[in-house]
């Protein structure tokens, strides 16, 4: 029954790569996003969808597309992986009305 | 830049000690937020602010807010080891944000039983 799940969990990959971070929330919230949480553990939005529609997209390398099949899921796909995306990814969703998110756990991406 | 930017960065206390944290912020905003995270794991909404608000209580968290200042304070009461996580303030802006979270950098607070 959790709220916000994300996988996997832990991603370890090789510079040049192709990777997806799935991202699924039971809550019945309409708009989803996506920080980035780095070394420093400074948290930064990438981008957030509202019912399917990109509302937000931050400067983020186009090598970051994301994708929302239907407004409980939300993936982030990243290509050509570099050393600088290692990071810990946090999906996030918040009800209409309410300001206040609810975040996954995390998925921590290692580039080698 | 960052919007919010919070001191101390680090607290040690000890169990039943109180713990305050500070966090202040460049622009206009329609509220600010605080949350938790504990070690590897996601943010814990804690409590939320409204810019209309001066001060806030839930059970053994206070937050205040100075909108002339541009700063919030959170206080914890009679702290207790599990309180042992990273705490970050984020704030709302108004207009046409879709709620989006902007960040401080964080305080680490560690409680010694």
């Known amino acids: 029954d959790t709220a916000v799940s994300q996988t996997p969990k832990y991603l370890v990959t090789q510079m040049g790569n192709d990777k997806s971070i799935k991202c699924e929330q039971n809550?019945?919230?309409?708009?989803m996003y996506w920080y980035k949480q780095d070394s420093k553990k400074f948290l930064k939005i990438m981008f957030s969808?509202?019912?399917?529609?990109?509302?937000i997209n931050e400067t983020v390398p186009n090598r970051f597309s994301p994708k929302s099949p239907d407004k409980a899921h939300l993936n982030l796909h990243i290509n050509s992986l570099e050393l600088g995306d290692s990071a810990v990814y946090f999906c996030?969703?918040?009800?209409?009305?309410?300001?206040?998110?609810?975040f996954g756990p995390g998925t921590r991406l290692t580039v080698t | 830049s960052q919007q919010g930017e919070e001191d101390p960065q680090a607290l040690s206390i000890q169990e039943g000690e109180n713990a305050t944290m500070n966090c202040s912020y460049k622009?206009?905003?329609?509220?600010l937020q605080w949350y938790r995270q504990n070690s590897g794991r996601g943010l814990v909404h804690l409590i939320l602010i409204r810019s209309n608000e001066r001060e806030k209580h839930s059970g053994r968290l206070r937050v205040t807010l100075d909108t002339s200042k541009k700063s919030s304070s959170l206080l914890i009461t009679a702290s207790r080891a599990a309180d042992t996580a990273s705490y970050f303030c984020a704030t709302v802006s108004g207009g046409t944000s879709y709620g989006k979270l902007t960040f401080g950098q964080g305080t680490i607070l560690t409680v010694h039983p």
């Open positions: 996030a969703s918040r009800g209409a009305g309410a300001y206040e998110q609810y």
């Open positions: 969808y509202n019912n399917k529609e990109l509302i």
């Open positions: 622009t206009s905003i329609n509220n």
């Open positions: 809550l019945g919230h309409d708009t």
